[in-house]
């Protein structure tokens, strides 16, 4: 059997940092179809999982691919799959199956150019909104956001720990410029490693509801094959897992499913703020976009300009408390995004119109540079 834990440092691209953050984080079953510019940590996967006593599938479409890690999760085994755009299309349906029924799986999306077939080699941060909204109904989900390889590590593991401690299909919402990107990655001793297991039953199996909630509004998970007796469904439930399909069962499962997330918010979003203590003008970024957003807001620094960066490594759910607190110091927010405006709009709604928000959109596959966001900043300058 080889290590499931790589100790050292290595130089990898970002798609074999997230393989092997997965592998890390205790992941033993894969199932996925090929998508660029995914198709990296399937392969990478395929080859390492004998290696550790894992299982990988190449499934024939991106629905099956969905379907098959919640079973897995189901049956007790850490679950993954990659995709990209128009796959993470097809999984939408099967997304919502698993908040419904509360299945702790890891699915990575490496963005790419949209809508569509779009631009299949090259950057962009489109799925945003998709990936908190993506199926239907009213949910919460966890989605994180890698600025380089080594956060691909970190983060794939965090996303892991943070699927089984809330019992929520999270999302690695990469890109392709990270994903292709190559950097130096540093993989702790595996005792280092924080490692996060689904809470169990404390109770006999005859006593045992699948679906009834702690105090904290996460139900203990028991799996297939523990001797308890399993029963869950897509369908509106109570806390036996028997469809209930009463607008007072509806009402009281879906609160919980999104206070279970919402009340927990400050200790599940995570943000990295730098120059903020007296900031005026505050950049807010994410993913592949956040190094040049940092080093934009330098720039600005060195010319006197009381520029901050917040970087938000958590993108759902969104770092409302974190936004409204500056705006009530800052004059703007410069929002720069490979999209024509997804956070920039949660930027501005939390803003509450005590500060401006400004939107430095791109598209067309290539980076937004340094310079280009500092011009940005120079702009809004006396304002």
């Not at 976009?289 to 940092?294: E, G, H, L, T």
């Not at 949660?346 to 400004?358: D, H, L, P, Y």
Request: a negative charge.
């Amino acid at each position: 059997m080889g290590k499931a834990v790589l100790t050292g440092r290595h130089f990898w691209y970002g798609n074999i940092a997230i393989a092997e953050g997965a592998i890390a984080a205790g992941c033993r079953f894969f199932a996925g179809y090929p998508i660029t510019p995914a198709s990296e940590i399937a392969e990478h996967i395929s080859r390492r999982f004998p290696e550790v006593g894992g299982i990988f599938v190449q499934f024939e479409d991106e629905l099956a691919s969905m379907a098959a890690i919640l079973g897995a999760s189901w049956a007790g085994v850490k679950s993954m799959t990659a995709t990209s755009g128009p796959g993470f299309s097809l999984m939408m349906e099967n997304i919502g199956l698993g908040v419904m029924m509360e299945v702790p799986v890891v699915v990575v999306d490496v963005q790419r150019g949209a809508p569509s077939t779009g631009l299949p080699t090259l950057t962009a941060q489109g799925d945003v909104m998709q990936a908190k909204w993506g199926s239907h109904g009213q949910y919460e989900i966890i989605a994180l956001s890698p600025e380089s390889p080594q956060e691909a590590f970190d983060l794939t593991i965090r996303c892991f720990n943070l699927a089984e401690k809330y019992r929520v299909p999270t999302i690695l919402l990469a890109s392709e410029s990270v994903c292709h990107s190559a950097g130096k990655v540093v993989v702790p001793p595996e005792e280092e490693i924080e490692i996060v297991y689904r809470k169990k039953p404390s109770v006999p199996p005859d006593e045992y509801l699948p679906y009834k909630p702690d105090e904290d509004l996460i139900p203990p998970m028991a799996c297939a094959g523990e001797g308890y007796s399993i029963k869950t469904t897509g369908l509106t439930h109570d806390e036996r897992g028997y469809p209930d399909t009463t607008p007072e069962a509806q009402e009281k499962l879906v609160k919980r499913l999104n206070d279970k997330i919402r009340m927990h918010r400050e200790e599940i979003v995570e943000v990295e703020e730098d120059f903020m203590d007296d900031a005026e003008i505050a950049v807010v970024s994410y993913g592949q976009v956040s190094r040049p957003a940092k080093r934009a807001v330098k720039m600005a620094r060195e010319e006197g300009i009381k520029a901050g960066s917040i970087r938000l490594i958590t993108v759902w759910p969104f770092a409302e408390h974190i936004i409204r607190k500056w705006a009530k110091q800052v004059d703007f927010f410069v929002v720069p995004e490979l999209n024509y405006g997804q956070i920039y709009l949660e930027v501005k709604r939390e803003a509450c119109g005590n500060a401006e928000t400004i939107l430095v959109p791109r598209m067309g596959g290539r980076l937004i540079t340094p310079e280009e966001i500092y011009h940005e900043i120079k702009k809004v300058v006396g304002r």
